[in-house]
Every structure is written in structure tokens, then in C-alpha cells.
């Protein structure tokens, strides 16, 4: 038999996703659906021997194709005409629901309705007689807990049964079809008709529901109790504050960071010996050797040594938003992210910026305008990363001693300022489109499903583990050749090197900022392919050799530097200068490469790398000439 | 009035929803004229407003509020 093409369709939060997880587990693929940045999921599974592959259609609230995601809907249901469409509902709000499917039922798609979240409807006390909701709408209907294995069975064994072919739409369907195609062949203008027929939808839906949902004794509700603090007046910041806290007490300190230095450790150590002594035992050339180990394992390594970094955020985010907690984020810092030109929706994405700008920017998807979504793709990399931090920590420690931590807070500061004020301009310019609205549904607060966690984590982390493998590898192996090629070959001095003669050149547009030397005009290169470089590129440049790139042991670090031609190098103001240029110029090429990927724009890559190097370089200027002027 | 000025607690009737960007959305989401919809609470500073309506929660900003108009209920 003929392999058996299911769809999923239905509105978010109904546990749509958790039953695709369930159904296919890890034999799915995910891609993008032509065009859009919108993710495509196909899972594969077999069940009585047939083989079934499983569309999770994106979750929408109707299909007026007024947004990618509604378009990608009807156009494979319609275009594509899969075997099955499963329209999964959830139980505890059949109303709203219900409204897609009454779209769905009026294109002609016959639909197996799923009522899911059988236990929170339980627990609310709704009872929905499911055989007079099949008659009224003339489809069958099956009832689900999306967790439960034999609720997946059940799913499995309506797929594979012939149910089906013996559906059709009901007489009460087939009358407000036809009262909606009276409606179309009236006069009425495009406006006046489309909420004509809405009204319409609800007005069969009110009736629908009023005969087969009953509502037995309102139960307390949870989701009122724990909003009542966690959305409510003045525990919500403090709380929300707290929660953040947590995320990056993870994520950098408790479970992240750990395997972060352990894999550093490792690829380092162990990883770095055994392969020198392989190519050294098959004797293989010298240049080869470093090229291999300065070059791919160095680059590509200390990107790799981010990735436990990424999964730990994207678990904890993952799991914050299926339990309902990012809905309320959005809704409680949405008066202070609008007043600064963004949406509550972008505090999230936003916030991850201090970690890291790649899952930030990528994180900008779910933001739904365009000007939001831009605005908050292009401010995010001004705020300090954790691959910044050490340059702050470094030069905060050598020239700051006594003041070493309140001068690297005064950099975030700094980075969160031109944040705000570069998403106030953008706003006023280049995205004038529309003011943004916030419409935001606040669903009920639920334990997440961990497959469905674990398998998004894995989805978003992916992509930060292909461009380790590609693009950061081909950047490895470019700086490996400037740092040690010039035109007569390959050279140990690395003053004599490209990247020297690079480093020469782009010192030149410093020349009135105080940091007009090759070696940091070669560091400032580097920092552009990735800001942890930035301080290695000084260690190797002033002779220390190697210098840990770590904040913790910045004051080290600097001791050590202090006592190399850094400490004359720099004056205290231009060392401000310095920082204050590093702290915003240019992102790194791989959170470049995500505004690329993610903006689907060359020209908006290009944009974000010369802007934020104009303004650094301008109030890198002003810092300077500002604090020579004062007398410092 | 229009659902901008509700507070929390209160219960409203829908009369109409007003020419909007959002209009189609907030109808879609079952806004439509006669649904009742009760004010749950207001964020920090008082916007956005979170609503309950068709057994559902939805935040919403006021300024976006105010193309609803509305008639107090018990």
C-alpha cells in the first residue's frame, strides 16, 4: 500500500507540536517552507504496516493568509490534498478553536477533529459530548491527552481505518456554508463582508458549542492563581528579574559554562596533543601541522567550546516557553521595551544578547512585525557578549585597577544605551512602517512536555553547529594564513605577516582615537571573526604568548601585559577608547552570518557591519577627543 | 466606551470593533460584537491589559483597546 500523507493543523498552545513529537519522536526532518523563514516539519513513522509521514502544519488562529504562516496552511491543504487532516483542538476553549476548523470545513477539507488536552478540560470541568459535536459538523472526532501513549495509539489507529471516506460535511455545515456564500454574492464591501462572515463563523460556533460543551462547577483556575503573581502589579519585574537570573546562573555558571571549560579543556588538551603526535609520527609537514592545530582545531575549537553554552540557553528558554512563563514576560515588559521602540515580545531574544548575539538574533523570529522583528535583528549585538566580557575585563584590570568592575558595568551600560538609542533611530527612519501592535494570547500555564523541549533545543542549537563546521572553519583557516604568511612565504614573525600589514592599515582610521598601532589594528580585525580573539590576538602580538581569554582571570592577565609593551601602548584614555570601540563595532562573522540567514538579506548584513562600525568609531572619537579636551 | 478605559475586574459587552489594523485579528480571536470579555488584570504601569474572553486569556495594549467599543455588564 501507498505510503499515507497526514496533516496537522490547528491554533498554538493546543499540544499540536507535543502530538507530532510523540507520533514521529526523532525521525523528522525540519526545513524551511519555500520563501519564508518558516520551519517545515515532516516526521516519518509506520503503524499495521503501512508507512505514514506526518506534516506539522505551523499552529495558526484562522487561514486568512494574511501571514506566512496562514498561507503555508491553506495553500498544502489545499495544493497538496493530504490523505488525512488532523485538526487538533484544545478541549478547555473549543470557541476560538473551533474557528479555524469552521474555515477549514467551509474550503471543502474534511477533518478528523482532535479534541486534545482531555485532563485540562477535565479539570476545568468541561465535558464536550463528542458524538454530538461529530454529528454537528459531520467529521469524527477523537479525544487525546497529547502525553499519553495510548491517546498516540489511538490517534495511529484512526490514521490507518478507512474512517474517513465515510465523512461529509453536516446539514448544519452545508447551511452555513451556503449562508456565507450568500453573504460573498451580496453587495457588500470587502470590509463590511469579511466581518459579516466572522460574525457569521462565531454566530454557528456559539450554537455548536451551546449544545455539546457543558461546564460543570467552574473549578479554581491555576493559571488565575499563579498569574496573580508572576503578571500581576508589583511582584512581576522582581520575579521576572529572578527567573533571568536563574537562566544565566545556568547557563553561565551552574551546567553551562562547566562543560563549556571541560570541552575547552578537553579540545585543548587531550584533543591538541594526540593530534600533533599523529601528524608528527606521519611525519606530516610543518605548516600543515599548524594549519591543522593553530589553525582549525584553534578556530574551530573555541567556537565548539560555545555550543554547551547555546543548548543549556535554548533548553532553559525551551522550557520557559512551554510552560506558558515567555507569554507573561512579553506581557509584563512591554510597557518599558515600547517606550524604547521595541515590543514585549523582544525582551527575550533581547536578553539573550548578553550571552551570546547568534541565538539572540535567531531568537527575533517570533517577534510578528517586520519593524519589530529588524529593529531587534540590528541593536542586538551592541549589547556586551560573553565573548567581549574579557576584553572589558582585560583592560578594565590593567588600566582600571581600583575601579575594574565599575568600568566594565559602565561598558554594558554603555552597550544597552546605544541599544536603545539605535532602536529609537532605526525606528524613526528605516522601519517607519505601521506602529507595532501587541495582540498576544496568554495561554494556561502548563508542565512542559520534555521530547517537545529537547527536540526544539535541538533544532535551534543545530544550526549554531553547522556554521562551527563551515563557515567558522574557512575564518580559521583565513587568519591561520594571515597570521603566518607574508609575500615571501610562510614566516615565524608574526609582526611581518598580512595580518601585521592588515593590522597597519586598519590602525590608520584610529589615528585620532589614541590606538593608532598595528596591534590593535590587527586585534580589532580579528575581534571582527570573533571577539574571544581580540584578546588573544594582544597576548600573541605583545610577545606574552599565550594569555588566558578568560574574564575570571583578567587581573592576571593583566598583570602579566602590564609588564609587555601593552601598558605604554595605550594611555588611560585611549584604552576608554579602545574599549569603548570594541564594546560596539562591527558583530563577529558568525553573528553575521545569522543576520544574513535570518534577514534573508546581503544588504542588511552589510548595513548592520557598517553602521555599528560608524558609530563605534564616532563615539569611540567623541570618548577620546572628549576626555583629552577634559584634561585626562 | 471603549474597552481602553476597563480595569480590572470589570465585564463587558462588545458593541462593535472599530476600523483598525487589528481588526480582522481582534475579530478572529472572537472579539466580535456581543461576546463578553472580562478585564483580568493591567502590566506593570497599567498597559497592556489582559483579558479573559471565550474561555481563552489575551493580552492586549490599551491604545489597540480603545477600537472596542463596549457596554459594562454584571
Redesign the interface.
Known amino acids: 500500500m501507498s505510503s499515507l500523507a497526514v496533516a496537522l493543523t490547528g491554533n498554538p498552545n493546543t499540544g499540536k507540536s507535543t502530538i507530532f513529537n510523540e507520533l514521529t519522536g526523532a525521525r523528522q526532518k525540519i526545513g524551511n517552507w519555500p520563501g519564508v523563514t518558516v520551519d517545515k516539519k515532516i516526521g516519518y513513522l509506520s503503524h499495521q504496516g503501512r508507512n505514514i509521514s506526518v506534516v506539522d502544519l505551523p499552529g495558526t488562529?484562522?487561514v486568512?493568509a494574511?501571514s506566512p504562516e496562514e498561507k503555508i496552511v491553506i495553500d498544502y491543504l489545499l495544493n497538496e490534498k493530504p490523505d488525512l487532516v488532523v485538526d487538533v483542538l484544545d478541549s478547555?476553549?473549543?470557541?476560538?478553536n473551533l474557528?479555524l476548523t469552521i474555515q477549514l470545513l467551509e474550503q471543502g477539507i474534511p477533518l478528523l477533529l482532535d479534541l486534545n488536552m482531555q485532563d485540562e478540560a477535565k479539570r476545568h470541568g468541561i465535558r464536550v459530548d463528542t458524538e454530538k459535536l461529530g454529528a454537528a459538523l459531520g467529521m469524527p472526532v477523537v479525544e487525546t491527552t497529547a502525553r499519553s501513549r495510548s491517546s498516540i495509539k489511538t490517534l495511529l489507529d484512526v490514521f490507518t481505518s478507512t474512517m474517513m471516506e465515510k465523512y461529509q460535511p453536516s446539514e448544519k455545515v452545508r447551511a452555513h456554508i451556503a449562508r456565507v456564500e450568500g453573504l460573498r454574492a451580496g453587495n457588500l464591501a470587502a470590509?463590511a463582508l469579511?466581518?459579516k462572515i466572522?460574525?457569521e463563523r462565531?454566530a454557528f460556533i456559539d450554537s455548536v458549542v451551546s449544545e455539546c460543551v457543558s461546564v460543570a462547577g467552574a473549578s479554581s483556575d491555576l493559571?488565575?492563581k499563579i498569574?496573580?503573581v508572576l503578571?500581576?502589579?508589583?511582584t512581576?519585574?522582581p520575579l521576572f528579574l529572578v527567573m533571568l537570573y536563574a537562566v544565566f546562573q545556568i547557563t553561565f555558571e551552574w551546567i553551562g559554562q562547566p562543560m563549556a571549560d571541560a570541552l575547552d579543556d578537553f579540545i585543548g588538551g587531550p584533543l591538541t596533543e594526540s593530534v600533533t603526535a599523529t601528524l608528527e609520527s606521519w611525519e606530516v609537514a610543518d605548516w600543515m601541522q599548524s594549519l591543522i592545530v593553530d589553525g582549525v582545531i584553534g578556530g574551530v575549537g573555541g567556537v565548539l567550546t560555545f555550543v554547551p553554552l547555546i543548548f543549556v540557553l535554548f533548553f532553559c528558554l525551551s522550557f520557559l516557553d512551554g510552560t506558558g512563563y515567555m507569554?507573561r514576560v512579553?506581557?509584563?515588559?512591554?510597557?518599558?521595551m515600547?517606550r524604547v521602540g521595541l515590543t514585549?515580545k523582544g525582551i527575550m531574544p533581547l536578553m539573550m544578547g548578553f550571552g551570546c548575539a547568534v541565538p539572540a538574533i535567531m531568537g527575533a523570529r517570533t517577534l510578528d512585525s517586520e519593524k519589530d522583528r529588524m529593529t531587534s535583528i540590528l541593536v542586538t549585538p551592541f549589547l556586551t557578549c560573553g565573548a567581549k566580557l574579557p576584553i572589558m575585563a582585560l583592560f578594565a584590570a590593567m588600566f582600571f585597577p581600583d575601579n575594574a568592575a565599575n568600568v566594565v558595568f559602565a561598558m554594558y551600560i554603555l552597550g544597552v544605551i546605544m541599544a536603545i538609542i539605535a532602536a529609537k533611530l532605526l525606528g524613526g527612519t528605516v522601519f517607519q512602517e505601521?506602529g507595532s501592535?501587541?495582540?498576544?494570547?496568554?495561554?494556561?500555564y502548563r508542565i512542559p512536555d520534555m521530547k517537545t523541549v529537547l527536540l526544539e533545543t535541538w533544532d535551534k542549537g543545530k544550526g549554531y553547529l553547522i556554521k562551527a563546521g563551515t563557515i567558522i572553519f574557512a575564518m580559521s583557516v583565513l587568519i591561520w594564513f594571515l597570521g603566518n604568511f607574508n609575500f615571501n612565504g610562510m614566516t615565524e614573525e608574526m609582526n611581518e605577516s598580512f595580518l601585521a600589514a592588515l593590522g597597519t592599515g586598519m590602525s590608520k582610521l584610529f589615528i585620532f582615537h589614541g590606538f593608532d598601532t598595528w596591534e590593535a589594528g590587527a586585534a580589532v580585525i580579528t575581534g571582527i571573526l570573533a571577539k574571544e580573539s581580540v584578546v588573544s590576538t594582544m597576548g600573541i602580538l605583545y610577545g606574552v604568548g599565550e594569555i588566558s581569554a578568560e574574564a575570571e582571570d583578567a587581573v592576571e592577565t593583566a598583570a602579566t601585559l602590564m609588564q609587555s609593551g601593552m601598558a605604554t601602548a595605550f594611555t588611560t584614555m585611549s584604552a576608554v577608547a579602545f574599549m569603548v570601540f570594541s564594546q560596539l563595532y562591527t558583530p563577529c562573522v558568525t553573528a553575521l552570518g545569522t543576520i544574513k540567514k535570518e534577514t534573508g538579506s546581503w544588504k542588511w548584513m552589510g548595513f548592520s557591519a557598517a553602521y555599528m562600525f560608524a558609530i563605534a568609531w564616532v563615539v569611540s572619537l567623541l570618548v577620546y577627543q572628549g576626555g583629552r579636551l577634559m584634561g585626562f | 466606551m471603549t474597552l481602553r478605559e476597563g480595569t480590572s475586574g470589570q465585564r463587558f459587552i462588545i458593541r462593535s470593533v472599530a476600523e483598525s489594523p487589528l481588526k480582522n485579528r481582534l475579530m478572529t480571536m472572537g472579539l466580535v460584537p456581543g461576546t463578553t470579555v472580562t478585564v483580568l488584570r493591567s502590566a506593570p504601569l497599567g498597559d497592556p491589559m489582559a483579558l479573559r474572553v471565550r474561555s481563552y486569556h489575551l493580552a492586549l495594549r490599551r491604545d489597540d483597546a480603545a477600537s472596542i467599543e463596549v457596554e459594562a455588564t454584571a
Open positions: 488562529y484562522s486568512n494574511r478547555s476553549n473549543l470557541e476560538r474557528y470590509d469579511e466581518e466572522i460574525e462565531y493559571t488565575e498569574d496573580a503578571a500581576n502589579g508589583w512581576a519585574l507569554a512579553a506581557f509584563i515588559t512591554d510597557p518599558i515600547r514585549g505601521k501592535t501587541f495582540l498576544l494570547e496568554l495561554p494556561p
